[in-house]
């Protein structure tokens, strides 16, 4: 691997070479402790790579940032760019760190916000330089290693500025700089040849409604993002540009609460051509809907773009943010993907944190591999849905009156309200229902894992 020579790291992990595909024979040994078993790369899975049908990502801010705080308690995993030391030299040990864990888990893409690759100095200018020196070391790093950038962001809720939000905050001012910081990330993503751009809202939501004008802030936040899509489009940055839906937290309500809401925001402020979204789990379920509920409306919608990885706790109600390993619930997720066309110019990625008693390193390496070959499987349960296509027979079974020409007839517009009743009325209907038989599908599904 071809370092920057800004820095000179000692070796971080205990693994030396990457993470190889061994197959669910596998035996682990002192020498190879961990492998692959289900995740071959090139294996095809509905004619493409399986590394082309996942996409993984590796993100910047949980992997590199994160420290293992908590509402309770202090840093507890202590990686040596944390504290001490010239921030800038600490960012560069920081991104040698990374592209070293990418290299061993052979991941082809990665994520980061700004203020995680590059520290904030005393000046928006002087930030944003930073952002675009990192952004060098990347550059070299990206060609040396083949690793590509999934997607770029800028961090709009963690400094006190933001407390109000950013697009929809009271004062122009932040509006501005919030702004300026977005254009510049922007734009250094679509120099590293980002696949899409994501706004992920943080604070664009409320306390209470005592102090907040919502109208406004809704024509704020409308604005805003017309802005960023007229910016790409200047620039020609054809990478997509991506919201993540989240219901609560850290607002007690945000303005992208989930992918109904984010749809009607985007119709209302003429978007809904240039504007997709990137879906998690967690985020999912906090708004009171499974993973699939979202894949599959936003692609019943025309908006679906990419998704992060993570899972939540079921016994706790926040972020929780752990990595996957539910087979089933992620296996349902990428059927709706594969249903919808594939993951497109999105991915998966690993938005998840090591848990805060998991202090060493390779943690890291342990918790994206494993989840890496539970994703792997479960693309290849659902790939087992999709050619058995009993799922899919028993929906178009259950929907097939309305591909009659009368169902067709009615949903085109041939039938008046009035019409239809004084049909009804002469022929008599008494419409008797059918089993949706819901518990044979579900049986059905467990047969697949």
């Known amino acids: ?19 190889a595909f061994r197959g669910t024979g596998f035996v682990p040994t002192a020498d190879e402790p961990l492998a692959y078993r289900y995740y071959d790369k090139n294996r095809l899975v509905l004619g493409k790579r399986m590394e082309d049908q996942l996409r993984f990502a590796t993100c910047y801010w949980h992997s590199f940032v994160g420290n293992g705080s908590d509402p309770f308690g202090d840093a507890s995993f202590l990686r040596p760019w944390h504290t001490g030391g010239d921030p800038l030299q600490m960012a560069l040990r920081k991104a040698d760190v990374a592209f070293e864990l990418f290299r061993l888990l052979d991941t082809p893409f990665f994520t980061f916000h700004d203020r995680d690759a590059a520290p904030e100095a005393a000046t928006l200018a002087e930030s944003n330089a ?3 020196l990192v952004a060098d070391v990347f550059e070299r790093k990206m060609e040396a290693t083949g690793v590509r950038l999934l997607w770029g962001t800028a961090n709009l809720f963690s400094h006190r500025r933001y407390m109000a939000g950013a697009a929809t ?11 300026a910081q977005v254009k510049n990330v922007l734009e250094v993503t ?17 306390e209470t409604l005592l102090n907040t004008d919502m109208k406004r802030e809704l024509a704020q936040l409308g604005r805003f993002l017309n802005l960023v899509v007229e910016h790409k489009h ?18 007690k309500h945000q303005y992208d609460y989930d992918v109904g809401t984010v749809y009607g ?7 809904d051509k240039e504007v997709k979204v990137n879906l998690e789990q967690n985020h999912a379920l906090l708004a009171g809907h499974t993973f699939e509920h979202e894949i599959a409306l936003a692609n019943a919608l025309g908006i679906f773009g990419s998704l992060d990885m993570n899972r939540g706790d079921e016994m706790l109600g926040w972020d929780t943010d752990q990595f996957p390993n539910n087979l089933q619930q992620v296996a349902a997720a990428l059927y709706e993907v594969l249903r919808g066309g594939g ?3 999105g991915g998966l990625n690993f938005d998840a944190k090591l848990r805060r008693q998991s202090i060493d390193p390779d943690d890291l390496v342990w918790a994206h591999a494993t989840s890496m070959d539970l994703c792997a499987r479960a693309l290849l349960v659902a790939e087992k849905m999709v050619l058995d296509g009993a799922l899919q027979q028993h929906v178009a079974q259950r929907y097939r009156a309305w591909d009659t020409p009368r169902g ?42």
């Open 190 to 206: 679509h120099r590293l040849q980002g696949h899409n751009y994501v706004l992920w809202g943080g604070r664009e939501g409320y």
């Open 408 to 449: 067709r007839t009615i949903l085109e517009g041939g039938h008046s309200l009035e019409a239809l009743a004084l049909e009804a009325e002469a022929e008599g209907i008494d419409p008797q229902p059918r089993s949706a038989r819901q518990e044979r599908l579900e049986h059905l599904v467990s047969s697949y894992l």
């Open 265 to 271: 925001f985007l119709k209302a402020h003429g978007l």
């Open 130 to 132: 930073h952002l675009r």
């Open 169 to 179: 905050n009271p004062d122009p001012e932040v509006f501005s700089y919030a702004a």
């Open 343 to 345: 993951i497109g110019q």
């Open 234 to 251: 200047k620039i020609g940055f054809t990478g997509q540009i991506l919201i993540e839906p989240k219901p609560a937290e850290p607002t």
């Open 1 to 19: 691997m071809t370092q920057d020579p800004a820095s000179t790291p000692a070796p971080y992990f205990s693994f030396s070479k990457p993470i």
